[in-house]
């Protein structure tokens, strides 16, 4: 399986985007879905997460309440729906995916995941 995000762009604070995590290859599916950003000179944090065993989403507090994760299997993508955009909230964002089996303590870090796209930068002005 491949990545590519899109779908980031320079936004007013208060504006939304979606982005689009497209994947090539049959078994999209059976891979968890994570969102991470990364600002410069900053590490890589942990976004969103879709959990295929369970369906459940889970979120970084940061975000919570803000942002969407979903994904649409017929069409092999994941998205991040992003409402009410902060400027700090800029910071190149990237889709990853892991395992089903990976356990739920390790669902936001970034060692589980193994199959990583391009990022997508997102601006956001105040």
């Known amino acids: 399986v491949q990545l590519q995000a899109s779908g980031g762009g320079l936004v007013q604070a208060g504006d939304s985007l979606r982005l689009t995590c497209a994947a090539s290859g049959r078994s999209f599916s059976a891979y968890n879905l994570g969102w991470f950003r990364q600002a410069p000179g900053q590490e890589r944090e942990f976004v969103a997460a879709l959990r295929r065993r369970g369906g459940r989403t889970y979120y970084a507090d940061s975000v919570k309440g803000r942002f969407t994760i979903s994904t649409d299997n017929a069409k092999g993508a994941g998205y991040l729906q992003m409402n009410s955009l902060k400027p700090e909230d800029t910071a190149v964002y990237l889709c990853?995916?892991?395992?089903?089996?990976?356990?739920?303590?390790?669902?936001?870090?970034?060692?589980?995941?193994?199959?990583w796209g391009q990022g997508t930068q997102v601006t956001v002005s105040s």
């Open positions: 990853a995916l892991s395992p089903q089996s990976t356990i739920l303590s390790e669902i936001a870090a970034t060692r589980a995941y193994s199959i």
